[in-house]
């Protein structure tokens, strides 16, 4: 018996440190099996993701909108605002709408604006035409910009000057900002206006004006002086106007040498004194019921920061009146 018994144990403690040694075994195991388990997604730290910003209107404006968003993403990395070109695509869709002309229609209803900038529009010439030799010396006065750019039945053809310089009238195809801004300051309707009609945007009719050397057309300022020389850009003159409306254009009219000489005129000249140049505004929208957090602080940056290189790029300050910035503050914070 004693021998039964002894066996009997010595199976017993065999047995218990097997099972003891088998259960360290797989604690060992459930220990690096965790390791390799996936961690749950929810508790792996996620990167937020960038917020996006979608910009768009009329092109003259993209230089100095990319220098906007350049100079905010600097102090604001991670918001990424980009310009789309505008397409057939609905407005509505984009965050941030840049206009060259008053708002108008059921869009202009939706939509809060701020104006922050100023253009002119001014007649220019090729460079190299003897129509640009003779006029940028004479200049134009009313008459004679109506004469030359739109199809007018009433006028008198005996009261019309003869010019001999040959000449082609361009304009753009499109009914766009400047075209609109230029044909309505001078009182005519878009279709009123002469001239061979150039697809795609202001800086398309700038490269056809270029190549021909009897053109003649219309600008916004931005695009006919080059930025970093403030010189008209290469193969382009601007025509002096009769700025006062007195029919004549002096000397003291001919102040188009380079482009910080031109706004300062325009700055320094009290709006109703200005005669024969279109001068607009170029305002910025978001809509009023979806407009994000992110559009609205860019939007209150540009208020505050946007005006200190409006000069570099051909554009004049917004008038007082239009600035109105307090409006745009009460309706940021109702938003948020």
Known sequence: MKTVHQSLLILIFASGSFLATS???ISATDKESVHELPVEEDHVPKKQSQKIVLVTGVRFTYPLVQKWIDDYNREFPDVQIVIESRGSADPAKYDLLVEAYDPEGDLAKDREYVYVARYAVLPVANSNSAFSKKYSAKGLDKDLITQLYFNNIYSDKEDEEEVKAPYTIYTRLQKAGSPIVFTKYFGHDYKDIKGTAIA????HLLKAIIRDST???YLPLTLIYDHASGNPVAG???LPVDLNGNG?????EKFYGDLPGVIQRLEQTTPRDINNIPLQHINLSVSKTSASQEVI???RWIIRNGQDHLHDFGYLKPEPARFDSVRFEKFASKRF
Do not use: C, R, W
């Open 297 to 299: 602080a860019f939007l």
């Open 23 to 25: 259960q360290n075994t």
């Open 248 to 252: 004549k254009v002096s000397e003291d």
């Open 236 to 238: 382009l003159s601007v």
């Open 215 to 217: 053109a003649v057309s």
């Open 200 to 203: 795609g945007s202001d800086e």
